[in-house]
């Protein structure tokens, strides 16, 4: 599959749908709404947890999952979201957003919001793929003409490829007691961990992009 709007492979499948039609629908851990959307040229929302409801969704880590919108533009985005905001009783988690919820999020949409903003690039994940660094670089200085200002920043205790995985361990780790009987015994949904830091995460992140063995695709040689 080809994504039309980037013309690049895609990475998952919850990026297809709002390549071919207005809107698509999300759910994401640690990344699987917004990485695919930024790989392929679109616009993706992960909501505030309890923003939106979980029914529904198979949970990786209850404390992170969270529905979102994807869609060609910010407007189109802030205007699918006040459709999925609202209590539900199904899924407890929505009580947080009680009197703080809204259905129209595109009224607050402001061209000069970025007016003085602080605005941070790891640089560190550039320079593996020339189009994607000057995209990267043109929406920068998009910003700057904005008025917002660039810093560039860098990972801290020198994990310089932080995987989104380590993350969702510490919240896997904080569901196991929400999860219902059937998913809380299966070692594919919860499994505990004795991580007390993102060193060891990001150490064994560092061993396995080292020890990666490149799988031939099918038709190249």
Known sequence: MRAPLAGRPADRGSQSPPAYAVIGLGTDTGGSIRNPSTANGIVGLKPTHGL??????IPLALSFDTAGPMARSVSD????????TGMDAADPATSKSEG????????????RALSGARVGIARDFLGQDEDVD???EVSLEAMRRA???IVDVKPRDGCSTPKASSTMRFGIRNSRRRLSPTLRHSPRIIRRTSISSLNGPCASTRRVATERVQI???GRS
């Open 77 to 84: 985005v802030a205007t699918v979201l006040g459709l999925l």
């Open 216 to 218: 031939p695709t099918a």
């Open 134 to 136: 000057w995209i990267v």
């Open 147 to 149: 008025d917002a200002t």
């Open 52 to 57: 939106t409801s979980r029914d529904g969704i």
């Open 100 to 111: 703080h919820f809204e259905t129209d999020y595109a009224k607050h949409l402001n061209a």
